[in-house]
């Protein structure tokens, strides 16, 4: 029996290419949706893990000139070392060391709950020029049972031949002295070879907890 009506305006599937369907019931069958659409690809969750890797090829994870935009979103990020810092790099082709050259800025406000302390400044022990190491995305997370971070990292063009790889990293952590402290650190991979994989760790010991989501951002 064919169904004459559909009781909803529109509705969104989410198939293997990188644009939502939409059915509307005033036009006839399938239609591309408009506007960008948030694909997930990807989810590693962490148990007392030293490295999360998204490796573009492997274990279903895409990340090539399929999308223009790569989002990563951290999702109670946990450490087993207190203080620990969540870090990340990036690395092309089969190389595995993850020391692409990376140059960034990075500032931090933060605000305790006693409502003693509050600061908004440029952080110039976390930035980096022309440096190889892994970027650090705050200053330090504490270990207790309700501390952890959350947050998101956006590359753009990844696979871009011409340019650099620009970033940005924005995470709010609950930090060691009970503090809520944000972080905002933005820069480029200095390469104009594809970026194919990403190393997120702990500065020191495991991620003891916690989940990371790839998405890939379509055109309009």
């Known amino acids: 029996m064919a169904i004459s009506k559909f009781n909803y305006n529109s509705f969104n599937v989410t ?4 644009k ?3 059915f509307n019931s005033d036009a006839d069958g399938f239609t591309t949706a408009s506007g960008s ?4 690809i990807k989810t590693l969750t962490a148990s007392a893990d030293g490295t999360l890797n998204f490796v573009n090829g492997s274990d279903d994870v895409v990340l090539d000139d399929t999308y223009p935009i790569y989002k990563f979103e951290f999702i109670n990020m946990h450490p087993a070392t207190d203080g620990a810092k969540f870090t990340f790099q990036a690395d092309t082709g089969t190389n595995t060391s993850y020391n692409q050259t990376v140059t960034t800025t990075n500032f931090r406000a933060y605000h305790n709950e006693a409502d003693s302390a509050t600061s908004l400044a440029y952080d110039t022990g976390e930035d980096l020029a022309q440096s190889t190491n892994f970027i650090t995305t705050d200053t330090g997370i504490g270990n207790d049972n ?3 971070k959350v947050g998101n990292l956006t590359i753009y063009n990844p696979s871009s031949s011409v340019f650099v790889k620009h970033f940005i990293c924005v995470s709010n952590n609950y930090v060691l002295s009970d503090y809520s402290q944000n972080d905002f650190i933005a820069g ?3 390469t104009t070879t594809a970026l194919t994989r990403f190393q997120f760790k702990m500065s020191s010991g495991n991620i003891d907890s916690g989940t990371i989501k790839l998405y890939g951002i379509a055109d309009s």
């Open 15 to 18: 198939p293997v290419a990188s």
């Open 146 to 148: 309700d501390q952890c």
């Open 188 to 190: 480029y991979f200095n």
């Open 20 to 22: 939502a369907l939409a």
């Open 37 to 40: 659409s948030m694909i997930l």
